[in-house]
């Protein structure tokens, strides 16, 4: 299953990764681009954005907590980019 990891700004969405659950180096790459832009995003903004998540077969999103949940059985991801100027 092709799975996309969504950035949500002020610009509109845009894909952070999409991975394919069948073939694990995609799940790793889309894994080391999830956690490299959550560090910059700690790094630049203080803080690190949310990301939410949606298991497959469910139409809810859950808090995703990419230190201790999987990507392998989720559908889609989406992380709020933090917003920022006044």
Not at 5 to 16: A, M, P, V, Y
Not at 52 to 70: K, N, S
Request: with cysteine; aromatic share 8%; net charge negative.
């Amino acid at each position: 299953m092709i799975v996309k990891i969504r950035k949500c700004d002020h610009t509109g969405d845009s894909n952070l990764a999409v991975y394919d659950t069948e073939k694990p180096e995609t799940v790793q790459v889309a894994q080391e681009a999830l956690t490299n832009f959550l560090a910059d995003c700690n790094k630049q903004f203080g803080m690190t954005p949310p990301v939410w998540a949606r298991r497959v077969g469910e139409r809810d999103f859950d808090q995703f907590d990419p230190a201790r949940d999987a990507l392998l059985d989720k559908d889609e991801l989406i992380v709020q980019f933090p917003m920022v100027g006044g």
